[in-house]
Nanobody, 121 residues
Framework: QVHLGESGGGLVQPGGSLRLSCVAS????????MGWYREAPDLQRELVAT???????NYADSVKGRFTISGDETKNTVYLQMNSLKPEDTAVYYC???????????????WGQGTQVTVSS
Protein backbone atom coordinates (compact mmCIF):
# COMPACT_ATOMS: atom_id res chain seq x y z
CA GLN A 1 0.00 0.00 0.00
CA VAL A 2 1.08 3.59 -0.66
CA HIS A 3 0.36 6.43 1.75
CA LEU A 4 0.49 10.15 1.05
CA GLY A 5 0.88 12.44 4.02
CA GLU A 6 0.07 16.12 3.51
CA SER A 7 0.87 19.07 5.73
CA GLY A 8 1.10 22.86 5.68
CA GLY A 9 -2.48 24.01 5.26
CA GLY A 10 -4.10 26.64 7.41
CA LEU A 11 -5.65 30.08 7.59
CA VAL A 12 -3.89 33.00 5.91
CA GLN A 13 -4.81 36.54 5.00
CA PRO A 14 -5.14 37.62 1.36
CA GLY A 15 -1.72 38.31 -0.08
CA GLY A 16 -0.08 35.86 2.29
CA SER A 17 1.86 32.67 1.66
CA LEU A 18 1.69 29.01 2.60
CA ARG A 19 3.82 26.00 1.77
CA LEU A 20 2.25 22.57 1.39
CA SER A 21 4.23 19.35 1.66
CA CYS A 22 3.33 15.80 0.67
CA VAL A 23 5.40 12.71 1.47
CA ALA A 24 4.80 9.39 -0.27
CA SER A 25 5.64 6.19 1.55
CA UNK A 26 4.98 2.49 1.22
CA UNK A 27 5.41 -0.27 -1.32
CA UNK A 28 6.53 1.29 -4.61
CA UNK A 29 9.26 0.97 -7.21
CA UNK A 30 9.15 4.55 -8.49
CA UNK A 31 7.02 7.68 -8.71
CA UNK A 32 6.25 8.94 -12.22
CA UNK A 33 4.66 12.19 -11.17
CA MET A 34 3.17 14.03 -8.22
CA GLY A 35 0.80 16.92 -8.06
CA TRP A 36 -1.67 19.05 -6.19
CA TYR A 37 -5.37 19.35 -6.83
CA ARG A 38 -7.99 21.34 -4.96
CA GLU A 39 -11.67 21.12 -4.27
CA ALA A 40 -13.74 24.10 -3.19
CA PRO A 41 -17.29 23.78 -1.84
CA ASP A 42 -19.79 22.95 -4.57
CA LEU A 43 -17.05 22.72 -7.20
CA GLN A 44 -15.28 19.82 -8.85
CA ARG A 45 -11.75 18.87 -7.96
CA GLU A 46 -9.34 20.73 -10.23
CA LEU A 47 -5.68 20.52 -11.08
CA VAL A 48 -3.42 23.06 -9.42
CA ALA A 49 0.07 21.92 -10.40
CA THR A 50 1.95 18.77 -11.32
CA UNK A 51 5.58 17.74 -11.62
CA UNK A 52 7.03 14.69 -13.34
CA UNK A 53 10.03 12.65 -12.25
CA UNK A 54 11.96 14.46 -14.98
CA UNK A 55 11.09 17.84 -13.51
CA UNK A 56 8.48 18.95 -16.03
CA UNK A 57 5.88 21.15 -14.38
CA ASN A 58 2.34 22.12 -15.31
CA TYR A 59 0.13 24.76 -13.69
CA ALA A 60 -3.47 25.84 -13.81
CA ASP A 61 -3.78 29.27 -15.40
CA SER A 62 -5.31 30.63 -12.21
CA VAL A 63 -2.14 29.99 -10.19
CA LYS A 64 0.62 30.68 -12.73
CA GLY A 65 3.09 33.21 -11.42
CA ARG A 66 1.87 32.76 -7.81
CA PHE A 67 2.37 29.06 -7.02
CA THR A 68 5.51 26.97 -7.47
CA ILE A 69 5.64 23.18 -7.37
CA SER A 70 8.90 21.40 -6.60
CA GLY A 71 9.97 17.91 -5.65
CA ASP A 72 12.66 16.02 -3.81
CA GLU A 73 13.00 12.54 -5.29
CA THR A 74 15.31 11.38 -2.51
CA LYS A 75 12.53 12.02 -0.02
CA ASN A 76 9.54 11.11 -2.24
CA THR A 77 8.23 14.56 -1.39
CA VAL A 78 6.47 17.27 -3.34
CA TYR A 79 6.01 20.87 -2.24
CA LEU A 80 3.64 23.63 -3.27
CA GLN A 81 4.76 27.15 -2.46
CA MET A 82 1.73 29.42 -2.61
CA ASN A 83 2.28 33.18 -2.70
CA SER A 84 -0.08 36.11 -3.18
CA LEU A 85 -2.97 34.00 -1.99
CA LYS A 86 -6.50 35.08 -2.84
CA PRO A 87 -9.84 34.21 -1.21
CA GLU A 88 -10.68 32.16 -4.31
CA ASP A 89 -7.75 29.89 -3.50
CA THR A 90 -9.71 28.64 -0.49
CA ALA A 91 -10.20 24.89 -0.88
CA VAL A 92 -9.14 21.48 0.34
CA TYR A 93 -5.85 20.69 -1.34
CA TYR A 94 -5.13 17.07 -2.25
CA CYS A 95 -1.81 15.49 -3.12
CA UNK A 96 -1.70 12.87 -5.87
CA UNK A 97 1.08 10.47 -6.80
CA UNK A 98 1.38 8.31 -9.90
CA UNK A 99 3.21 5.26 -8.68
CA UNK A 100 4.86 2.30 -10.40
CA UNK A 101 4.85 -0.54 -7.88
CA UNK A 102 7.09 -3.05 -9.71
CA UNK A 103 9.70 -2.89 -12.48
CA UNK A 104 7.83 -2.64 -15.78
CA UNK A 105 4.53 -2.63 -13.96
CA UNK A 106 1.46 -0.49 -14.38
CA UNK A 107 0.98 2.98 -12.93
CA UNK A 108 -1.45 3.56 -10.10
CA UNK A 109 -2.92 6.80 -8.76
CA UNK A 110 -2.90 7.48 -5.04
CA TRP A 111 -4.45 10.40 -3.20
CA GLY A 112 -3.81 12.01 0.14
CA GLN A 113 -6.50 12.87 2.68
CA GLY A 114 -6.39 16.58 1.88
CA THR A 115 -5.40 19.70 3.79
CA GLN A 116 -7.58 22.77 4.20
CA VAL A 117 -6.36 26.12 2.92
CA THR A 118 -8.46 29.14 3.89
CA VAL A 119 -7.66 32.62 2.62
CA SER A 120 -9.62 35.21 4.54
CA SER A 121 -9.19 38.49 6.37
Amino acid sequence: QVHLGESGGGLVQPGGSLRLSCVASGNMFSISAMGWYREAPDLQRELVATITSGGTTNYADSVKGRFTISGDETKNTVYLQMNSLKPEDTAVYYCKAVVVKTIGGSQYNYWGQGTQVTVSS
